[in-house]
């Protein structure tokens, strides 16, 4: 039997051949990204428990703010709305505090499955609801920062400052760009 070895390299100790170091690179290689896969695993069902127990916390904190709003108002319909707001806020905030987050997929799935126009609605009406909290944090913070000043536009044109394409002599087509250019508007006003 002839084994075949590389160019100017000697046979492997104890007379192993060539293919049975492969084997062993592979096998060593298949275990480490074994290893990474569990840990990256074992990583995003932390991050998905931390943010899971965030989202309880927040939860329970707004079932909270819901349960003074109904204390500190009048008794009547907008009082016992905002009771059982924070009565479901507080059961929904429990539950995704006991619960992992496997189980709440699994249960979102399930019922997604057993009622799938209900399951949209919620799941539209969360977007929204999102949307418009990501919108306002990012309104505020816009109004928070230092905004740098722009010169005041021409009055009755709406013409916005010069853009890099307007200073290099080409024109810019785009907002705030009036539609008549600046000599024809000079030649309308004298007729």
Excluded: C
Excluded at 53 to 66: C, G, H, N, T, W
Excluded at 90 to 113: C, I, K, T, Y
Excluded at 157 to 175: I, K, M, N
């Amino acid at each position: 039997m002839t084994e075949n070895y590389l160019t100017g390299s000697t046979p492997p100790p104890g007379g192993e051949s060539l293919e049975t170091e492969q084997d062993k690179a592979q096998l060593v290689k298949g275990r480490q990204g074994r290893n990474l896969l569990r840990q990256a695993q074992g990583q995003l069902h932390e991050q998905a428990a931390e943010g899971q127990q965030r989202i309880a916390k927040k939860l329970l904190s707004l079932s909270d703010e819901f349960r003074s709003m109904a204390e500190n108002s009048n008794q009547g319909v907008a009082a016992d709305l905002a009771q059982q707001a924070a009565s479901r806020v507080r059961d929904a905030g429990h539950w995704l505090e006991d619960r992992e987050p496997g189980q709440v997929a699994n249960e979102m799935q399930s019922f997604a499955r057993r009622r799938p126009a209900v399951f949209l609605v919620l799941a539209a009406g969360a977007g929204l609801v999102a949307g418009r909290l990501t919108r306002g944090l990012k309104d505020a913070t816009a109004g928070d920062s230092t905004e740098t000043a722009e010169p005041a536009t021409a009055p009755g044109l709406g013409r916005q400052p010069a853009r890099p394409a307007d200073v290099a002599g080409y024109p810019s087509y785009g907002e705030g760009v009036p539609a008549v250019a600046d000599d024809q508007a000079a030649y309308r006003d004298a007729l």
